[in-house]
């Protein structure tokens, strides 16, 4: 299940923010964030909202629960997969088969390309892993 919509409302709700306050804060478009409801937001408009808010998509997606944060990128998104995956010995045809990716879906990562929002929730959920670090973003308690 992805919780990020349920967790953004809350959050702002927490800090008495208006939806229509915060697009302006993040220069985000109102709509974007009103569509929210009805999809997933992308992987760079999710990281710019938890950055906003010094937080974590660990803990916008319930996976942990510190929320202030501080981050340094420090891998790609697809160096830290197939870092993940080496260190639990799972191959890229495996990978591709469980999850049902086609062989191009990797290589597109691999380019610099980031996954779906849905993908990357559905990887860190296959692999156990943190989703802000398999994004490269290694984060210390504020």
Known sequence: MIYFVETLKEVLSDKGISLLQFSKDIGMPANTLYNLKLYNPTVDNA????????????????????????????????????????????????????????????????????PTYENLIRICNYLDCSIDEILGRFYKKI
Not at 76 to 99: A, T
């Open 47 to 114: 990281l710019k909202i938890v950055d906003y808010f010094s937080s974590s998509l660990d803990y916008f997606e319930r996976k942990c629960d510190t929320f202030k944060c501080s981050f340094e990128y420090q891998s790609s998104f697809y160096d830290c997969l197939r870092g993940e995956m080496e260190k639990q010995n799972i191959s890229i045809s495996k990978i591709c088969k469980d999850l049902n990716f086609s062989y191009t879906t990797l290589e597109r990562w691999a380019k610099g390309i980031l």
